[in-house]
């Protein structure tokens, strides 16, 4: 498997992703065993789960099949609900338990919410980075306008920034080719 950089951190990750969607529904606890060694034997060492995937079993089942090699997988995972300080601090700790690991790789927002406070947020993400439990953090379906605004605020306090922002793309989601391909290319 190749491996790519992982925007500016410094990190080299498998050039795909795995997906946990299915962990937890359609996929009980042996089948993501065998898909996680066969993933590792293939070189797919990114990883990417969160806790609304059937009800947090998807993050247990995972962290249950790589405990054993958790050293070599580059894991992610998201904040389940609320945009806060405190539930963005309580997520944390309740992924940490079901995947049985003192840290993440990268810790994403899932989505942007009506009310959020992105100085309150991004300070929240630094505390998880400060504090080791992430190595680093992210978002998922944001706007460029947002990943920018949120950087700043980041930028200008000295917290950690977000290293990327996960989207859809596909042949019928092209949505991102608007501004969000363009902002990567910039940044």
Known sequence: ??????????EQVSALCLGTIPFGNSCGPDDVARIMAAALDLGVTFVDTAPKYADGRSEEYLGRAIRAT?????LATKVHEGLDARSITESME????RLQTDHVDLYQIHHPGPG??????????DGAVRRGKA???????FPAWLFAHCNAIAGRHGWAGLACNQ???SLIERG????????????
Do not use: K
């Open 135 to 141: 190595r680093f953090v992210g978002a998922c379906n």
């Open 116 to 125: 959020m406070r992105p100085a309150e947020m991004m300070e929240a993400l």
């Open 167 to 169: 989207v859809p793309y």
């Open 176 to 187: 991102i080719e608007v501004e969000l391909l363009q902002q990567a290319v910039a940044e």
């Open 94 to 97: 309740e992924s940490l338990r």
């Open 70 to 74: 958790r050293p070599s997988f580059f």
């Open 1 to 10: 498997m190749n491996t790519v950089p992982f925007g500016r951190t410094g």
